[in-house]
Each structure stands twice: as structure tokens, then as C-alpha cells.
């Protein structure tokens, strides 16, 4: 009976741990600088799509889609959010980061706003144990919305990062990179991993970027999370082979 209950237990760890070993980040990156004619441009957004993006691909560990400018209408982005997050596990992580023009209702795509009960259905028919939303756009604390929309984000398990405070604007800057992006960037490649264990969770990375945003802009702005989720949530993951990982805390 010893031997059977001995083999059997040796069963469950090698059915087990290779799925927790090939856990994935599965990244939806959104930048628009370039909007229809009769609307502001940007300047930096399309290419903050890009830098969150490359940061998740060097990872090693990661599916990662972008979709930039003029490509991200409304339609494609959900069609795109909805293929990047299709095969993603309970084991898994899911991202979708945006950069470009927020509304009191959504985030402003090519041709039209994506609501936020839209990014929310989408995350709650996602099996991933880690959701992820990151919003780099002016107003973007405007996402915490109504208190009926609180309470329906209350029941789900995603975290929202967002860029600003709701009366606030998110502020460009003459680098390649909006300002949050710049901390987002910086700490996600080990900026923020304040243990120096490699792994970025979701409180080390608030605790980066808040600090530096609003140092950086003389307490103009301020990064804001919020929602259902566990302070120690790893949002990302570096092995000792990612030459990408940094852990300098420079300015």
C-alpha cells in the first residue's frame, strides 16, 4: 500500500509541475499616435505599444500581439484581444496594455471608443489567473467609473494600472515614451523588483512607478490601481538567463 500511495504521489508531481513551469503571458499592446483627421494626434503612444511589447517579448515567456495607429480600430482590437487571450490557461497571465486618447466610457480607438464593460466581458470569459489591464491615456482614473461599475470590476479578478488620476492628463514627454510608459518600461524590466527575486508584482511595480511619475512631473500626475487582485500578483517573470533584466532604479 506505502508503494502505491508513494507512486501515485510522484504521478501528481510530474502531472503538475510542468504546468505551473510553462505558465505564459499572453500580451495585447495598443498604441495610437495617429487619429482620424478631427481629432489631437499623439505624439509617443504608438511607440509605447511597441516598448511594452518588446519588454514581454525578450521575456522569453510570452505570446505577445501589437496593433498600432490607423490597424486599431475598435473591431480589430477586440477581434485581437480575443485571439491573444484564447488559449490562455488557469495557469496563465493576461495583458492588455493601451496607449492613446481615453473618454469617460472607454479608450479611444481609430474609428470608435472600446467601452470598458467591453475589456471587462472580455477578461471575464478568460480563464487566466492573472488579468492585466494597463492604460496609459489622459483621464485615465476615469476607468474606475460609476459605483455600479465598481462593484461589477469587484467581482472579477483583474487589475487595473492606470496612468492618471481622472482630472488628470498623462504627460508626453520629448523622449520616445510618455512618462508612465517610461516607468512601466524601467520597472518591468527589474526597475521595480525592490527583493531582487526577478519577479515584478503588481505592488512593487505601483510603488516604482508612482514614486517616479510623480517626481517626474512636480505631483502632476499620478499612476493609479485598482480592482480585485493580490498585491503579490507577478506580472512578470526573468530567468538568469534574460541578459533584458535590469535592476538599476536609475532616474
Known amino acids: 500500500m506505502r508503494r502505491i500511495i508513494i507512486s501515485l504521489l510522484l504521478l501528481l508531481t510530474v502531472t503538475v509541475v510542468p504546468l505551473v513551469a510553462d505558465a505564459r503571458n499572453y500580451v495585447m499592446c495598443v498604441g495610437i499616435s495617429k487619429y482620424p483627421r478631427g481629432v489631437n494626434s499623439l505624439r509617443v503612444s504608438a511607440n509605447d505599444a511597441v516598448t511594452i511589447a518588446n519588454v514581454y517579448s525578450k521575456n522569453g515567456n510570452s505570446t505577445v500581439s501589437t496593433i498600432t495607429d490607423s490597424d486599431a480600430t475598435r473591431e480589430a482590437v477586440l477581434s485581437a484581444m480575443q485571439r491573444a487571450f484564447a488559449n490562455a490557461g488557469p495557469n496563465d497571465a493576461v495583458v492588455f496594455f493601451f496607449s492613446g486618447h481615453g473618454t469617460k466610457k472607454g479608450l479611444a480607438c481609430y474609428d470608435g471608443v472600446l467601452s470598458f464593460d467591453r475589456i471587462l466581458e ?116 526573468w530567468t538568469n538567463h534574460n541578459k533584458e533584466y535590469n535592476n538599476e532604479q536609475d532616474d
Not at 515614451?177 to 526577478?198: C, H, K, P
Not at 505601483?206 to 487582485?229: L, R
Open 122 to 237: 472580455i477578461m471575464k470569459k478568460c480563464p487566466a489567473s492573472t488579468k492585466v489591464v494597463i492604460a496609459d491615456a489622459c483621464y485615465a482614473g476615469q476607468m474606475r467609473g460609476s459605483k455600479s461599475w465598481q462593484r461589477a470590476v469587484k467581482n472579477e479578478d483583474v487589475m487595473f494600472f492606470l496612468s492618471s488620476r481622472s482630472d488628470e492628463k498623462s504627460r508626453e514627454t520629448r523622449y520616445s515614451n510618455s512618462m508612465f510608459t517610461i516607468y512601466l518600461e524601467r520597472g518591468l524590466r527589474g526597475g521595480a523588483d525592490v527583493n531582487r527575486d526577478r519577479t515584478i508584482t503588481a505592488r512593487e511595480i505601483y510603488d516604482f512607478c508612482h514614486e517616479g511619475v510623480i517626481k517626474s512631473t512636480n505631483g502632476a500626475q499620478h499612476p493609479v490601481m485598482w480592482g480585485k487582485f493580490n498585491g503579490n500578483m507577478p506580472l512578470i517573470t
